[in-house]
Every structure is written in C-alpha cells, then in structure tokens.
C-alpha cells in the first residue's frame, strides 16, 4: 500500500497475468518442496528464468521416466516367463500323447504275427483288446475317486515302462496279455490328465488339436516301425523301442509339473484359479446327475473304438480280402497319419463351422470313404480313403473334448473327462474284441459293415449333444 495525502489510500497496481506463471511456478514449487525426493540441492533459488528454472524439473522428469520404462520392460519379462512355462508343460504332455499314439498304433501290424507266434484264432488274439479294457475301467475309476487327492503327474507313467518289460521278452500268451492290461491302465490314466489339463486352459482349442496332433504323429509312426519288426525273428523287440519312450516321457513329467497340483501347474503358466461351481455332493455324484455327459461318453466310446479298430484291423482286413502282402502295415500309417494331418489341417475349418456342425460332417464324410472301403474291390482305392478317413476324423476327438469344456464347469471337467476317456478306452478294446469274435464266426468281411454301423451312431449322438457356453478361444 502506498499513501497519497489525507489518509487516501490506493493500491499499488498488480502485476500482469501471465499464462505460463502456473506452469513456470507450480512445478517449482513443488519441485523444491521435496528436495529430498528430487536429488536437487534445498538451496537452490529460483532465478526467474523459466528455462533455467526448469533444467532441474526436466532431469527429475527424465529421470521418473527411466524408471517407468525400466519397470516395463521387467514386467514385459515377467509376463514372458508364463509363456515360456507353458510351452514348455505343452511339449512335456505332447510326448505323453506321442507315447499313447505310439502304444495304440503299434499293435496292428503286429496282429497277424501275434497270431503266428502264439497259433490263436482272432477270437483268442482279440484278448489283447479286453485286457487293455479291463486296465481303461479300473483306471478310469480310480481317477474319478482320486483326482482331487492326487497331485498332477503322479499319474502312474512308470507302470507302462513295467508292461513293456513284460513284453519285450515274447512271454507266454497269458502273460503278454497281463502287460496289455497293465499298459492300458497306465496309458488311460495319462491320457485324462492331459486331456482335462489342457482343457482347463482358457484357449484350449488350438491346444488341443496340437496335443491330440502328437498322439497322430505316434499312431503314424509306430506302424512304420512294427511293419518292420513283424518280419523279424525278434519281433517284441519293437516294445525295447516302447519302452525307451516310455522312460523319456517319465522324465519328463518329473521335471515339468514336479508332482505338484493340476491348479498349482496352471496358475504357474498364467491361468485363472477355477471357481468353485461343484455344489453339493461327492464330485462322483454330481457326475452322475450330468446327462451330457452320457451322450459325450457314448460318441466318445463308439469313435474311439472305430479308430483303434481301423488302426487294429485294417492291416488283416487288407491281406485277407484285397491280397496285400508284409507291406500292408503301411496301410495302418497312412490312416494314422491322416488323424495327425487332420488335427491341425482343419483346425480354421472346424472353427468357421462350429464344433457341433464340423463334427456331424466329418463323421458323414467318414462313413462315405469307409463305404469305398467296402463296396469297392481294390487295393489302392482302399488304401487312399483309408487314409482320407483318418483326415476327417482326426480333429473328432479334440473337438469333443472342447465341448466338454463348454458343457462342464472346471472342477468337474477332469472328472468328466476321466469317464469320457475311460469310455473311449473301453471303446478301443471293446470294438476291436467284437470285430475279431465277428470276424472268427464271419469272416474279416464284416469289418466294414461293423464300421459303418458304429460311425452312424456317432452321428445319431452327436446331434443330441447340447452346444454349450462360448469359451474365449
């Protein structure tokens, strides 16, 4: 204030207003209200001088985002470990499904020389498929019981590397079939662990076309490998072959999930804990009140032992009715092989269409290829659509697994699985027994009609299965 005469008083004129005072003053302000914070000296003064001014506020800023970008990139890495982890589970339980592709498609070209070694009709080699049967039930039964109590990977891998020790050696009929038993056990017991771990991924589609691509890839590849070894003196030797998988695959379940829970391995790799929708009642229970999950057990049961019957027969069928020679366990690969290519060929197709309607055309395509099979009287056509057969059908059991991750909450989706898995390994003993029993009182002819008549089946089933919740895939 200043004093102009007679106590009138007027005020000293205010300076003007600039826009840039905020920004040049409230950043120093604050800036300097926390010397300690921004590594600046406490005394330094403010000179007027914007620029001058803001050198030390920009070295703070520049500072701020060193750290910000810093902590980024270790989010960035963090956030890589996961993926790294679940690539590395994946290729852990693709060799898993490997060795059970391996295991079920060696037997076929074996068939005819098992026959030879131990003089049985198809009635007493079609044992091998019940053995193997009575192994899946109890399996599957365990496992519904002992899921929860049992931690991931302890699912008994080493007892298959028990089954083809007993094998390897050829011992007596009685005793080879025992193996079968206990390799079947062992195998079904993977194969729902696998199945139910990768369907409780959020995005399990694709992953389960490249899991069940693997078990192709070994059904492929064993008759490639047993064709051989039926022209041998030592022909059980090709179980030594088994049985070297078999421990590679023990190994490595040991260092990848290290005996540690299903939701403890899949929290490692990213995914969100399960919400817990079991309700009241036993898990068992619960399973039973699922009238799905009937339907899924059924077509899964009618698929799965037409493919292992196919896989199983098709190299007897293709000696005794269109005069192949040693060389028709090929024919066994080519089928197998169309399951592993189709499994990741139509894996765009089955998406545009839609689980429920790719799956009814590939079965409806299927029984087509197998009527040329039957009704057309020449090796080479056989052998292709043989092959073809096994593309449309491949991508069937990945896609009917998908579903029942639609169809089932994830903690009864193991569950689920188990009793749909022990269906279909019922299926693969089952339906091969039958067809030898139909083949020893018919002859090996019958093995078409008893195809056809099962892919229909299929077809009636999958139409009454519901279509499910969408799932983020």
Not at 27 to 53: K, Q
Not at 376 to 389: E, N, Q, T, W
Request: aromatic residues 8%; contains cysteine; charged residues 10%.
């Amino acid at each position: 204030m200043s004093t102009l005469g007679h106590g009138t008083s007027l005020a000293t004129p205010a300076p003007a207003y600039s826009p840039t005072q905020e920004i040049d003053e409230i950043p120093l302000r604050r800036f300097h209200s926390n010397p300690e914070a921004s590594g600046t000296d406490p005394n330094t003064h403010v000179t007027g001088n914007p620029i001058v001014d803001a050198l030390p506020i920009l070295d703070y800023a520049a500072t701020q985002v060193e750290r910000v970008t810093e902590a980024v990139l270790v989010g960035e890495a963090v956030a890589g470990r996961p993926r790294r982890k679940g690539f590395v589970q994946m290729c852990a339980l693709c060799w898993m499904m490997f060795l059970i592709g391996w295991n079920d498609g060696a037997t076929g070209p074996l068939l005819p020389r098992i026959q030879q070694v131990y003089n049985v009709n198809y009635t007493i080699v079609s044992l091998l498929f019940v053995a193997n049967c009575v192994g899946v039930i109890v399996a599957g039964m365990v496992n519904v019981y002992l899921a929860e109590r049992l931690a991931f990977g302890k699912v008994t891998s080493a007892l298959s590397i028990v089954g083809y020790i007993i094998q390897a050696p050829a011992p007596p009929f009685p005793v080879f079939v025992l193996a079968m038993g206990i390799i079947g056990f062992s195998m079904t017991l993977q194969d729902i662990h696998s199945n139910g771990y990768v369907a409780s991924m959020q995005k399990s589609s694709g992953r389960l076309g490249v899991l069940h691509c693997a078990y192709g890839i070994g059904a492929f590849a064993a008759p490639l490998a047993s064709t051989q070894f039926a022209q041998l003196s030592k022909w059980s030797f090709i179980y030594i072959v088994s049985l070297f998988i078999a421990a590679l695959n023990v190994v490595a379940l040991a260092l990848v999930f290290r005996l540690r829970s299903l939701e403890e391995c899949l929290l490692e790799i990213g995914e969100p804990p399960a919400r817990d929708e079991r309700g009241s009642g036993s898990v068992f229970s619960q399973l039973l009140h699922l009238k799905t999950l009937y339907f899924l057990a059924l077509f899964i049961l009618a698929y799965v032992g037409t493919e292992v019957t196919i896989g199983g027969w098709i190299v007897t069928y293709t000696i005794d009715e269109r005069g192949g020679g040693p060389s028709a366990g090929y024919i066994s690969s080519g089928f197998f092989g169309g399951l592993a290519l189709g499994r990741i060929l139509l894996l765009q197709v089955t998406k545009k269409l839609g689980n429920r309607l790719a799956v009814l055309l590939y079965v409806l395509l299927a029984i087509s290829l197998e009527l040329i099979v039957w009704l057309v009287p020449s090796l080479i056509s056989s052998g292709i659509a043989i092959s073809l057969a096994g593309l449309v059908l491949g991508p069937i059991f990945p896609v009917t697994v998908h579903q029942a991750g639609r169809l089932f909450p994830r903690t009864l989706l193991n569950g689920a699985i188990s009793i749909m898995a022990a269906a279909g390994t019922a299926g693969s003993a089952g339906v091969p027994f039958l067809a030898g029993l139909l083949a020893q009182g018919r002859g090996i002819w019958s093995l078409q009609p008893l195809l056809v008549s099962l892919m229909t089946v299929m077809a009636g089933l999958w139409v009454a299965v519901p279509k499910g919740r969408p799932r983020a895939d």
